[in-house]
């Protein structure tokens, strides 16, 4: 096995046709993780950073589909799958993490029945080697005695504890890819640094790879190994996060980076992108971002720019900031 | 110009401030379970000012208390023990207090539109006698917050949370407060939008002479923010110190650990072992230092004995039997 990608978006497009015209919730999205990386998916509320998450696990609420492009896991084609095959794949091959730990729980049964439910769907365990590997997991998300912990039901964990729980039933079977979507915001600082750095530590041990959609790039900066960054449904900057952190070429990048209040030097004002991102029924034409754009030129109010290579990943944009601020 | 903190008058005076809360289960099932009475110390004995034109910051995890404190001062709640106390502003009357809440969307009336939102103090307190006074000061208003005066028509729902967050402050303006609690302002905001939102606070704030309570869970935010940080465990203050001091010496073992799990988008951490443990029940604190389970400095005094509040020469204060003991061998 060489550098196969786990995951493989090629040119996604979502649309929800609506009683106003149809609109575009994804456009043209392309992305990739490789065996055992963390790629960060970052962008304002509404960008567009769950959609691909649902769109990859075919969990689109109708009448959103997908209406171009390719997505593949392993090599294998899976956006034109059945619906009974592609149930298969969920949970056996892709795990989920959501916001919520509630949401992925079933309040009226024990973790340990659901954690047990979960491994046998998946593989040939008996009952007690199920529940043996049950109480490994548990033990291995780091929950304190979890031979005692597995008889409780969710409403007797923390909020902390819970996402454990959720994690460790995500990874139960052995998935190859783990799509977590901003599965610590619920959290308070001090479990949210637990949480991410047990999900890096696991995913290394077991080489899955993992999209990690979040709206908070610190927790990017310290989890991801690459990150992509999302605005109006399209993908405007990917590339290894120290990177782009450090010196982002897209425009937007660069105004979302200038906005975070660091830990750093105190400034008396923040940087900000003046306006706000589009609605879907109101994307301008050419770059979306041309309206709020500080380097916008005429052929941006024209023609969209793709993804090309630009700084150490990629930016779609027709300017090369980073170059010609250097060339200046 | 606003005179520097230390030397300013306080514009806000809390003194051994406590609120609870019954929680208990209903009558009858306590008579038929044998339960006692529950109740929750929410606010558990904190003291603070607020200097004049200044900004005090209240930071914890959830649950703390902060959202309690808030309402508290603005007399939302009434304390349980202790006292509130504003300083006399314009014309001898206690200076004036209006609540900025962290949810933009809860707090407006959806079925008015938002020139009727804004207009509402203006003529609930007569601030303005006629109507097209009252006109002009809404889009004054709007103005202000950066909004146009058109936007009045509107209704909440044609807003994003930024843009309602805007006309939630320009509401509270409306009122010519000399203070604003802040709960929050910018956790339900994007970072974009919420860099936006801290601007225009900051601005009015020199350009008002506005005086904030801040409260925040978030560390960069409030640091961005505020003179002063107030660190809350389990409704009580453990640590108060200059935002400097405070980020430059943190003393606490709590506040410790708050900064350390940060995440920090420019110095990166990325093979950190985080501290673990939670924060316990708020029905069942433990005794002594309720930060006792988690502390890697606890000992058996720790357990037995609660810390009171230690005043440190660099004006930070601090509620940790290792620190007022470093202090007394020092001394
Ligand atoms: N059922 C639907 N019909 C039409 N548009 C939808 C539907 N569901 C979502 N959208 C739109 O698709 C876009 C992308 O949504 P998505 O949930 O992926 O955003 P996100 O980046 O995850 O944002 P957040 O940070 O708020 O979770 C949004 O503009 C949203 O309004
Ligand atoms: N009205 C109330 N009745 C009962 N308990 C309350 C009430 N308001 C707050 N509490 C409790 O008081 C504690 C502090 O809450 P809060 O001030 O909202 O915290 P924060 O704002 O720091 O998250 C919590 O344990 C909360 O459950
Ligand atoms: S393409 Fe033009 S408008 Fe878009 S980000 Fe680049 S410079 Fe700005
Ligand atoms: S008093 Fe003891 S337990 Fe509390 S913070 Fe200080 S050292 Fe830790
Ligand atoms: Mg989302
Ligand atoms: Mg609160």
Known sequence: ?328 | MTAPAHTAPSALTVSAMTRRFDVSAPWLNRLLERKPRLYVRAVDDVSFEVPRGGCLSLVGESGCGKSTVARLVTGLHTPSEGSIRFAPGAGEKPLSVQMIFQDPYASLNPRWRVFDIIAEPLRELKLRATEPEIAARVAELLKTVGLAASDGRKFPHEFSGGQRQRISIARALASEPDFLVCDEPTSALDVSVQAQILNLMRRLQDEMGLTYLFISHDMSVVRHMSDQIAVMYLGRIVEQAPTEVLFAQPRHPYTQLLLDTIPNVTHPRRNREPQAGEVPSPLKPPPGCTFHPRCPQADSRCVAERPEMTAMPDGSRVACHRVAEMLARMA
């Open chain 1, 1 to 328: 096995m060489t550098d196969q990608p786990t995951l493989d978006v090629r040119n996604l497009r979502v649309e929800f046709p609506g009683r106003h015209g149809t609109v575009t919730a994804l456009d043209d999205v392309s992305l990739s993780v490789l065996p055992g990386e963390i790629l960060g998916v970052v962008g304002e509320s509404g960008a567009g950073k769950s959609m691909t998450g649902l769109a990859v696990q075919r969990l689109l609420e109708p009448p959103g589909h997908i209406a171009g492009g390719q997505v593949w896991l392993n090599g294998r084609r899976i956006d034109s799958l059945s619906e009974p095959e592609m149930e298969k794949i969920r949970g056996r091959e892709i795990g989920a993490i959501f916001q919520d730990p509630l949401t992925s729980l079933n309040p009226l049964f024990s973790v340990g029945r659901q954690l047990v439910e979960t491994i046998r769907l998946h593989g040939d365990l008996s009952r007690t080697a199920a529940k043996a590997r049950a109480v490994e997991l548990l033990a291995e998300v780091g929950i304190p005695a979890p031979a005692d912990r597995i008889e409780h039901y969710p409403h007797q964990f923390s909020g902390g504890m819970r996402q454990r729980v959720v994690i460790a039933l995500a990874l139960a079977a052995r998935p190859k890819l783990v799509i977590a979507d901003e599965p610590t915001t619920a959290l308070d600082v001090s479990i949210q640094a637990q949480i991410t750095a047990l999900l890096r530590k696991l995913c290394k041990e077991h080489g899955t790879a993992v999209m990690l959609v979040t709206h908070d790039m610190g927790v990017i900066a310290e989890t991801a190994d690459r990150v992509a960054v999302m605005y109006a449904g399209r993908l405007v900057e990917i590339g290894p996060v120290a990177e782009v952190v450090a010196r982002p070429c897209h425009p937007y990048t660069r105004g979302l980076m200038g906005s975070i209040p660091t830990l750093g030097a105190r400034v008396p004002r923040l940087a900000q992108i003046d306006g706000a991102m589009p609605r879907l029924d109101a994307i301008p034409q050419g770059c979306a971002f041309n309206p709020r754009c500080p380097l916008v030129q005429d052929r941006c109010l024209r023609e969209r720019p793709e993804l090309r290579p630009m700084g150490a990943g990629h930016a779609a944009c027709w300017i090369d900031a980073a170059a010609t601020e250097k060339a200046a």
